[in-house]
């Protein structure tokens, strides 16, 4: 009888074992199944296109309408369209304007850039008369205008300095070179 209940036990033991090792298994090869596709590349469901691959986030100044502080607003452009003259295609979207409706366009309507060229790590920018026509009635906003210019263009690492001309010429309004501020809200 003893002899009788050994053997039970025993085979009770070895039916729970072999259970218990089944699901043991089982467990292990669901984990690594699991880690696996973890650890497989990841596939697009489209390929990148080479003018997805060529696109860069720059970012461009310009004041909030309410609180007037300048807002850096990223944009993404063609890495192509600034390869040469990149502080020329920067200002060009200056002079377009924001595209978020909280900030304010701020070089005056009609205003073009009549030519860029570099002295040192200085660009002199050249603008046609219009750009004079900012509103001389709100405070601030030729110190603004500046920095959205200075700012924007500063992000080019080649860039430090910046000198306003118009036609041509120096203006008396704009007779500085002048250096990125650490505070945008000037």
Request: charged share 30%.
């Amino acid at each position: 009888m003893k002899n009788k209940k050994i053997g039970i036990i025993f085979f009770i033991a070895l039916i729970v074992i072999l259970i218990g090792g089944y699901f043991a298994i089982k467990y292990v090869k669901n984990k690594q199944v699991e880690t696996k596709a973890e650890v497989e590349e990841y596939t697009p469901e489209e390929e990148i296109t080479e003018e997805q691959a060529r696109q860069t986030i720059i970012s461009l100044y310009f004041p909030n309408k309410e609180t007037n502080e300048l807002n850096p607003e990223a944009r993404l452009i063609d890495i192509k369209e600034v390869m040469n003259n990149a502080h020329e295609k920067l200002i060009n979207l200056l002079i377009e304007g924001p595209k978020n409706e909280k900030n304010k366009k701020i070089i005056p309507e009609g205003t073009k850039l009549n030519k860029t060229y570099f002295e040192q790590d200085c660009v002199v920018l050249d603008f046609s008369p219009e750009f004079l026509n900012f509103a001389k009635e709100i405070e601030n906003e030729k110190n603004n205008l500046i920095n959205c210019i200075v700012n924007t263009v500063t992000e080019l690492t080649e860039i430090n300095k910046v000198k306003i001309m118009i036609d041509g010429n120096e203006h008396q309004e704009f007779n500085e070179i002048y250096s990125r501020k650490n505070n945008l809200n000037s």
